[in-house]
């Protein structure tokens, strides 16, 4: 059933009864009104779609109502009423902006076909608008890339909340790990793919004005407000809403995200009744919003609302084994762009990249990628390119490895790989203890993170850390 509504404006009652009952059949929703005082009134009310709109009223003319009623909303479908004998007004009015008239007496199926048509040429206009937005920011965003068991799990996430129209997803994770191209990967595997993805940085757009760029105005809202517009929900229509860096959003507009999530309604700014949204809602920080909500930075109903199905982003420095084929990809890419030859990387510079922890995750070794293509125009790179940080890191590794690692005894030591064993031994409680110290140290007493890195679930972790009376303190 379509959730369009449909205004019919006609004086005669039969016009106006026969209208009514073929568009509630058809399925769309309707009001009636039967002069020029009544259709502004149920206009503001009812915010309809489409207006039927007879050009002769007793109190009004409808050619001055189409003016008025496309001055507000200029993305309003108009079809004029019109007798045979006024077919000049009609013309008239499509020139000021009307999408199509009908002519008194009218068949029902002509005058349904005819707000079909128009709604459709709508539709392609904003479709081929969005389509435009999306091609030119094609040679602007990565692919998620990587086969290690961390991203495999984020796949089957995304497909999960794609396939089951999952209405609110929060994807936390660091700068540069991928959170965008999770949310944009979900609404294009979804059935809302036709619909747009709009995007909306919370920490970018000043509190006074993120509001009614969320949720748009009414004609009149504020000083400058000389007709309505529309906001990114209503824009997104079916399509997705993201929300990226939501921990930066001011905690009075997170009451009024909350309220869309709850009841799919909002305000427009200096509007009295509630519009309904359809949108899906994917939100996204790098910041840790448990941690907010105690420091009352973030609203605690609106974190459980969003948490639905949240989707935790690894660190570069956790999926290391994807390095190989993540710089594979970028230099396919920027072979692309810039016109380059390039092959590959020695096995010095991949062993440089492999050392480095990447704390600009995957969007620093794009850019780490991008710089030795511009300069280093050969087909293998070297490390000639790579940054002094880089470079450091892998000799730093390299000394340490050097120190007792490798099998076999040295010194008192007897060492393989990563673990080391004294000589006199070592109590495996104090290993462990000292392991989870460790993990809580380098995720800043987050015990999920530091469970994770540990590869166990958090209730062993809490269980460990109550074991030798450890505490995040």
Not at 103 to 121: R, T, W
Not at 135 to 141: I, N, P, S, T
Request: with cysteine; net charge negative; aromatic share 6%.
């Amino acid at each position: 059933m379509s959730s369009k509504r449909v205004l019919v404006v006609d004086d005669e009652h039969l016009i106006r009864w026969s209208l009514v009952r073929a568009l509630d059949e058809a399925g769309y929703l309707v009001e009636a009104a039967e002069n020029g005082e009544e259709a502004r009134a149920k206009y503001l009310e009812f915010s309809p779609h489409v207006i039927l709109l007879d050009i002769c009223l007793p109190d009004a003319n409808g050619a001055d109502l189409l003016q008025e009623f496309k001055a507000d909303d200029k993305d309003l479908v108009v079809i004029m009423i019109t007798a045979h004998s006024d077919a000049d007004s009609a013309v008239r009015a499509l020139t000021a902006g009307a999408a199509d008239y009908v002519g008194k007496p009218f068949d029902l199926e002509d005058v349904l076909h005819s707000i079909e048509q128009a709604l459709e040429k709508q539709r392609l206009r904003d479709e081929n608008a969005y389509f435009r937005r999306v091609l030119k920011e094609k040679f602007e965003r990565d692919n998620l890339v990587g086969n290690c068991p961390k991203m495999i799990e984020i796949y089957k996430l995304i497909k999960v909340a794609a396939d089951a129209d999952v209405k609110t997803v929060l994807i936390t994770g660091g700068s540069g790990t991928g959170k965008e191209l999770v949310a944009r990967a979900i609404h294009m595997h979804s059935p809302r793919s036709k619909d747009p993805f709009i995007d909306v940085n919370c920490a970018a757009i000043p509190e006074s004005l993120l509001e009614n760029e969320l949720f748009g105005h009414e004609r009149g809202a504020y000083t400058d407000a000389s007709q309505k517009q529309k906001g990114i929900f209503e824009m997104a229509g079916a399509g997705t809403v993201f929300l990226d860096e939501i921990g930066d959003m001011p905690i009075g507009m997170q009451a009024k995200i909350l309220k869309v999530i709850e009841n799919r309604r909002y305000r427009r700014l200096g509007g009295e009744d509630d519009v309904v949204s359809d949108a899906r809602i994917v939100a996204a920080t790098n910041q840790d919003l448990p941690i907010l909500v105690k420091e009352g930075k973030f609203r605690a109903d609106l974190f459980y609302r969003l948490n639905v199905m949240p989707i935790i982003m690894p660190s570069l420095a956790d999926r290391k084994m994807d390095i190989p084929q993540l710089v594979a990809y970028f230099i396919n890419r920027f072979n692309g762009e810039y016109g380059c030859n390039v092959e590959g990387v020695d096995a010095q510079t991949m062993h440089h990249l492999m050392a480095y922890d990447w704390p600009g995750n995957v969007r620093e070794l794009r850019n780490t990628i991008e710089r030795a293509m511009m300069l280093d125009r050969s087909k293998t790179l070297t490390s000639q390119h790579l940054s002094s940080e880089i470079i450091n890191a892998s000799k730093s590794n390299d000394d340490g490895d050097g120190d007792g690692s490798g099998s076999g005894a040295e010194g008192d030591c007897f060492s393989s790989g990563l673990i080391r064993l004294p000589k006199d031994g070592i109590s495996l409680d104090e290993v462990e203890k000292q392991l989870i110290q460790m993990a809580l140290k380098r995720w800043n007493g987050n015990q999920t993170k530091a469970a994770e890195c540990l590869r166990m679930s958090r209730d062993t972790f809490r269980y460990r850390m109550k074991k030798f009376n450890l505490s995040t303190k």
